[in-house]
């Protein structure tokens, strides 16, 4: 590699400075010497980390890469993330750099006015992948600020501002950082895990690993400016240091929750999360002869070896790569190397790769693992994944993440290790990954795109055997095609085509019909009215929304997919407006037009679920299923309804429309001592809808001799709230009634005195009411859910389904429900 034209001057200076002390006698001598020897070894490690990192930038972006400090020690209106006079400035010790001024002209900026004063940091550094051999085009740069320790709350609020309007400037030129605020003594002592910058969030782990974290932060960390990290063995105090912590602590405790963390990061990039999670695995079998990857990047760097194969992303791949030929174990490490050599971007078959100073490392690693020319290509290839290739490549990667967590699961029982993660934050977690990991049969889940550019199909066809199948097409007429996904329904093919973005506008569909392949315009256009609806969908989830009970924040109706009566109907559409007749009891045979409902959800928890029901009752079941979510509902659920019928399209998605709206407002009039009753013909049978605290149960009225048989068509009336059938839960308390949800255990405690008041509903609400003597909330919860988490016997489908917990308090007299543990501040937190 031509160094030299990746760098100027300055920087070709301190690289060949590095270089030469690495390679003399003097470096030999002092490399077994005193602590100084040790901190002049590190800073020679740093520039050399920090070279690799630039070479892997373009220009522009190493310039803005060395700006970023400057940004932090200046602060002043004009220069990127000024938000006012108050915020705190300055880095420990920091020069600066020479070329800085040339930068901020070249850039249009105004020159730094220094200041003196207490400097708001002690250093900022880099850590992750930056530098290393899992740096690609498309990494982000984590970024730590670690803080002097006396800055307040509004000083770290100040200090937060600034540096997501940073973020955001640099976000212009195609350079993702993201900032963190790390404060000197959070690893070894225990702070206030609330604040914005060390509670649990989308970004930041929380509770779920402390020491991993530091350790991992030894080992791939770059200072920018500011203080030298202690990170070597043995470190001590010294002037220009920085000691965060001796990472030989208890990991062992923290493997579990760990373990979490890295399956949730997996929902997003589940290559790089495996990788993590067999390091724990690893971890965990070497048991007490642990060598941290830290210790041994320090053992080589001691040694002298300075070489592209000391890298933490390599000596991470050895690590799992010794634990797995141990066990013998050759499909999983297959995998881990097909996402080593995905993670680090080279591609070895492109004419165009730049050849930087991984390239012969990983030339040399591929010829030792004998892969053949066609897999290079088709790994190569990655970003053109079609999503057949893609869903196969996240099943792999799940499957054996999944595998990983069982066994560091049985190494926690084993060992009878507890957890130090907050409950709520182990709460939102094991929800979380519920979402995803459940595989209950009607849920449609998202694959992840990973390179994928994008999986647009232009040919799309449908395959009915014993279930529904989805396939590809190479061409018009190509048979066979290669199968993307299967279903238990049509509606299912064409959601998860929609919300995975397989199906576009522009896709043709074709289903056989007469052992003829033909193309299918009624799909095509319904394809095209869904598209708007859900492709788009991004349900942004908070912690609010995952320690609540679910609700729908999205629902769509398709009527007659699969059977449709109007096919056979032979009477005119425009008498059936003129007359005002029902299609749900059309004519004197009183025929119900409405064959079948296929439901699509999109709850708040962000899950999308497909439901189908058929047959004469199928509106009332639809809407029975509907009513508790959108009862749940805290805020408008979009409702859409779209027919598929050959004839009276527009007046059943009209008469749909019109009951799934009034579903949605009347589920939340329904009143403890009350109950909305609203009537309703179907066939030759009239119903009422009854809409309670409960959702909704209808009642067949034909035979009823009572005040229903009086009611006139259409009316909504409110009587007294009779004894129905199906109605488990009306002898609980409204605000339990409002939370009942199916499909999750639940627990609603009442500290009464000393002891506890307990209301249990299980996943099909059946309940049970105890009182628990000698009882403590805390205590209690604490206890029931680490009893979940700690479980080797979960089915595979309630894995993650961790019971929810509310506390239920008397304000003025009423009884009110809160989600147990967490701050109501960080309730608008995305997670």
């Known amino acids: 590699m031509d160094t030299g034209s990746l760098f100027d001057d ?19 001598h002092a490399c077994r010497g005193t602590q100084r020897c040790k901190q002049e070894l590190a800073a020679r490690l740093n520039v050399v980390r920090l070279a690799r990192a630039k070479a892997l930038l373009s220009p522009l972006q190493r310039q803005l890469l060395k700006l970023i400090p400057t940004l932090f020690h200046v602060h002043q209106q004009g220069l990127p993330g000024y938000n006012g006079p108050f915020c705190p400035q300055g880095i420990a010790g920091l020069r600066m750099d020479d070329r800085i001024p040339d930068i901020l002209s070249d850039l249009g900026l105004p020159q730094p006015e220094l200041q003196a004063g207490l400097p708001a940091l002690e250093g900022i550094y880099t850590m992750g992948s930056t530098g290393s051999f899992g740096q690609n085009r498309f990494s ?16 770290l609020q100040q200090l937060r501002q600034k540096a997501d309007l940073i973020s955001q400037w640099l976000a212009q030129f195609q350079l993702e950082a993201n900032f963190y605020l790390v404060h000197p003594h959070q690893f070894t002592t225990r702070l206030d895990d609330d604040a914005p910058d060390r509670a649990m969030g989308h970004e930041h782990s929380g509770t779920a690993q402390r020491w991993l974290l530091l350790e991992e932060f030894y080992r791939s960390h770059i200072c920018l400016a500011g203080k030298m990290i ?44 495996l990788l993590k999670v067999l390091l724990l695995e690893a971890y965990a079998a070497d048991g007490q002869a642990l060598e941290l990857l830290s210790d041994r990047l320090w053992q080589r760097t001691e040694a002298g070896d300075f070489s592209a194969g000391n890298d933490p992303y390599c000596i991470l791949y050895e690590f799992i790569e010794n634990y797995l030929t141990g066990l013998g174990d050759t499909r999983r490490l297959e995998l881990i190397r097909r996402c080593f050599y995905l993670k680090c971007g080279v591609r070895l078959t492109a004419r165009q790769q730049m050849v930087d100073w991984r390239y012969y490392k990983l030339k040399s690693l591929v010829q030792e693992w004998g892969w053949d020319e066609q897999l290079l290509r088709t790994l190569d290839a990655a970003e053109h994944w079609h999503a057949g290739q893609l869903r196969w490549f996240n099943k792999q990667l799940n499957e054996l993440m999944i595998r990983s967590y069982q ?17 709520d934050e182990l709460g939102m977690l094991t929800r979380k990954l519920h979402t995803y990991f459940s595989g209950d049969s009607d849920q449609l889940v998202r694959f992840n795109l990973l390179w994928s550019r994008g999986v647009g199909e232009p040919r799309l066809r449908i395959v009915r055997d014993k279930s529904w199948s989805l396939l590809r097409m190479d061409n018009d007429t190509d048979v066979d095609g290669e199968l993307l996904y299967q279903g238990e329904s049509l509606a299912s093919l064409l959601c998860w085509a929609c919300i995975n973005s397989v199906a576009t506008a522009q896709t ?35 912690k609010e929304d995952l320690c609540h009970p679910w609700y729908f924040r999205q629902v769509l109706f398709v009527l007659n997919l699969e059977q449709d009566p109007t096919a056979h109907w032979q009477g005119q559409e425009m008498m059936i407006d003129r007359l005002n007749a029902s299609v749900l009891s059309l004519g004197r045979s009183r025929q119900n037009m409405l064959a079948t ?28 299923f509907v009513a508790p979510g959108l009862k749940r509902s805290r805020e408008q659920v979009q409702l ?36 909305l009753m609203q009537p309703l013909h179907v066939g030759k049978r009239r119903f009422g809808l009854f809409y309670n605290t409960t959702g909704l149960v209808w009642q067949d009225l034909c035979d009823a001799r009572s005040l229903f048989q009086q009611l006139v068509k259409g009316h909504v009336v409110s009587l007294p709230r009779p004894d129905l059938p199906n109605e488990p839960l009306a002898t609980l308390p409204e605000a339990i009634q409002h939370y009942a949800t199916r499909g999750v255990t639940q627990y609603f405690l009442r500290q009464d005195g000393r002891d506890l008041d307990v209301f249990v509903l299980d996943e099909h609400n059946q309940q049970q009411h105890f009182l ?40 003025d007299g009423e009884l009110t429900l809160s989600p147990f543990g967490v701050d109501r501040h960080e309730f608008n937190r995305e997670f």
Not at 247 to 261: D, F, K, N, R, T
Not at 522 to 540: A, I
């Open 597 to 624: 409902i296929d439901i699509l959800s999109i709850n708040n928890w962000g899950e999308f679920h497909i439901h189908q029901y058929s047959g004469e009752l199928a509106l009332l079941q639809a809407l029975t």
């Open 407 to 423: 066994t560091l699961l049985k190494f926690a029982a084993s060992r009878q290790l507890s957890s130090d993660m907050r409950i």
């Open 230 to 273: 202690a990170w070597w063995p043995d470190a001590r105090p010294a002037e220009g240091l920085l000691l965060l912590g001796d990472v030989h602590q208890q990991l062992a405790s923290e493997y579990l929750g760990a373990a979490l963390w890295q399956l949730y990061k997996g929902l997003e990039a589940p290559h790089k999360a």
């Open 140 to 155: 982000d740069l984590d970024i730590w600020l670690i803080h002097h320790e006396q800055l307040g709350n509004y000083e």
């Open 508 to 542: 043709r569909w074709f289903r056989e019909r007469a052992d003829n392949l033909q193309q299918d315009a009624r799909l095509q256009q319904l394809v095209r009215q869904m598209l708007p609806l859900v492709s788009q969908c991004d349900v942004k989830v908070s």
């Open 10 to 28: 300055g920087e070709m200076s301190d690289l060949h400075s590095a270089s030469s002390y690495l390679q003399s006698d003097d470096f030999s």
């Open 772 to 811: 628990q003597k000698n009882s403590d909330i805390s205590e209690m919860v604490k206890r029931i859910s680490h009893q979940f988490v700690f479980s080797e016997h979960h089915t595979a489908g309630s894995r993650f389904n961790m019971p929810q917990f509310f506390r239920l308090e008397r304000v």
């Open 640 to 675: 859409n309804v779209l027919s598929c019928s050959a004839r009276l399209k527009a007046q059943l998605a009209q008469t749909v429309q019109n009951y799934l709206s009034q579903a949605a407002r009347l589920s939340h009039h329904g009143k403890t001592a009350t109950t």
